[in-house]
């Protein structure tokens, strides 16, 4: 009989770096937002405007630039199969937007451009291919949020009554697309950072309405909540630290365990420093969290309370395909890397 092979047993077995196996992405722009979709789908995106898709596991990755959107940094990228996929541009005022296609990157949509000179929209999530959240930088003293229900044709703001008031100097981080993420029954989360500490913004209707805890992660310009992933109604992970202070252990990892009521440090961190990305692999017999950063990954079996370093190859996000063990990392220099598979049990 063949087992199960957990990541815990495999990445071991393979060494360090070897747990990456690089693949050609024919660009050389930073790349910063991945969604797999299956273990042959997966799109990934980047700075001047580009995108890029493979539907053969990563053997051939096609690339291309948004028409109108040559200038603009698609932080984020949310894909449902390989003709679906939403961007996200970052950036103050209308360099802000989400593009949406539906033909596989032939064409695009422009769905949203922010009117809003103060705002610069940092990430968005999805709960299904039709309703979708994303936040903004504070305006007004508060986070903007926007909404979708029709699958973009409209993005309407939630009303500002429903957001607590901001901290001093607070924002969101755009470095991998994955500070906010979305759960079943209308969840949503979402992490910050500043001067005054980093909290989580949480919301159990999609969005309308939230509350606010704080963290344990130490405050900063800098500094705070990058990336936020939830296992379930209750378990959650934060990943983040100081971007200018890359091999800075400290404030890199915390857990919750009541829905992000509260929030701790994990009891045995990530050694490699400033965290950008986490994401969930789902085996059969396990479910393991990557984390990587600039200079190196590290992976969890226990829900981010304990972490092991998985090599010193940086990447900015990654992505896992949903119930499956096949994703990617991507990075500088239009890197793309997928991640190691674990092969399903059988008799």
């Avoid at 539907?55 to 199969?81: N, Y």
């Avoid at 610069?120 to 039709?130: E, H, K, L, Y």
């Avoid at 630290?241 to 404030?251: I, P, S, V």
Wanted: positive net charge; proline residues 5%.
């Amino acid at each position: 009989m063949l087992k199960t092979i957990t990541l815990a047993l495999l990445f071991p077995l393979l060494g360090a770096d070897a747990a990456w196996a690089p693949q050609s992405s024919g660009v050389s722009v930073r790349l910063r937002g991945v969604s797999a979709v299956s273990g042959s789908v997966a799109w990934a995106s980047g700075e001047r405007g580009t995108f890029l898709r493979t539907v053969d596991g990563g053997r051939t990755w096609q690339s291309g630039v948004v028409p109108g959107a040559e200038e603009l940094d698609f932080r984020d990228v949310d894909a449902f199969d390989a003709e679906t996929a939403y961007l996200l541009a970052i950036g103050p005022g209308d360099k802000s937007r989400i593009y949406k296609t539906t033909d596989g990157g032939r064409r695009w949509e422009l769905q949203f451009t922010n009117n809003r000179p103060e705002a610069f929209f940092d990430s968005m999530a999805f709960w299904d291919r039709d309703r979708g959240v994303a936040v903004s930088d504070p305006v007004g003293g508060r986070f903007l949020v926007i909404r979708t229900v029709d699958g973009g044709r409209t993005w309407k703001e939630t009303a500002a009554a429903g957001m607590p008031p901001a901290l001093e100097g607070e924002g969101a981080f755009a470095a991998s697309g994955t500070c906010i993420t979305v759960g079943p029954g209308g969840r949503a989360w979402f992490g910050t950072g500043g001067p005054g500490g980093a909290r989580v913004f949480s919301s159990t209707d999609g969005g309308l309405n939230w509350r606010v805890s704080r963290t344990p992660f130490a405050g900063g310009k800098a500094a705070g909540v990058f990336s936020i992933l939830f296992l379930d109604a209750r378990r959650g992970v934060l990943v983040g630290g100081d971007y200018t202070k890359e091999a800075e252990a400290r404030d890199n990892v915390a857990v919750t365990s009541d829905g992000g009521r509260t929030w701790r440090r994990a009891r045995v961190r990530p050694p490699g420093g400033y965290r950008s990305c986490v994401a969930r692999i789902d085996a059969k017999r396990a479910t393991v969290l990557v984390a990587v950063g600039p200079n190196g990954a590290d992976y969890s079996t226990d829900a981010g309370d304990t972490w092991r370093a998985l090599g010193s190859e940086g990447f900015h996000s990654l992505s896992f395909a949903r119930g499956q063990a096949a994703g990617w990392a991507v990075g500088e220099r239009g890197r793309v890397a997928r991640g190691p598979e674990i092969p399903p049990a059988s008799r």
